[in-house]
């Protein structure tokens, strides 16, 4: 399905020892959004961050944390994500959902 003209960015932050199912969350939420046909997604791990508990999470050679930030990205028409946020949000315990208006010039699919 091809994406042109106005879409919406979802944005959800979540940690990187954050589970679902016995999996990592991040995991898990990648595959909810395929398993609803969302047009594709992206998982960003962070070198630095804090959230709500203002605990900082960084990566260090000396010390590698273990929780770092994860940032997963996606990108459809509004109704398709509207529609696949309430299957997410269950399996957020800590995190932030944001939402985005964009413009989408090109998506290319084989």
């Not at 260090?60 to 028409?77: C, F, K, Q, T």
């Not at 509004?78 to 800590?94: A, L, N, Q, R, Y």
């Not at 413009?103 to 290319?108: G, L, R, S, W």
Request: hydrophobic content about 45%.
């Amino acid at each position: 399905m091809k994406i042109q003209g106005e879409a919406v960015l979802i944005r959800i932050f979540i940690g990187e020892n954050d589970r679902a199912d016995g999996k990592p969350l991040y995991k898990k939420i990648v595959q909810i959004l395929k398993d609803n046909d969302i047009a594709g997604a992206t998982v960003l791990r962070g070198i630095l961050g804090y959230g709500a508990s203002s605990r900082i999470h960084s990566f260090s050679i000396l010390a590698l944390s273990e929780d770092l930030p994860i940032v997963i990205e996606a990108v459809d028409r509004e109704e398709k994500i509207k529609d696949v946020i309430p299957k997410i949000e269950p399996f957020i315990k800590g995190g932030l959902i944001t939402l985005e208006e964009v413009n989408v010039i090109k998506y290319t699919a084989d």
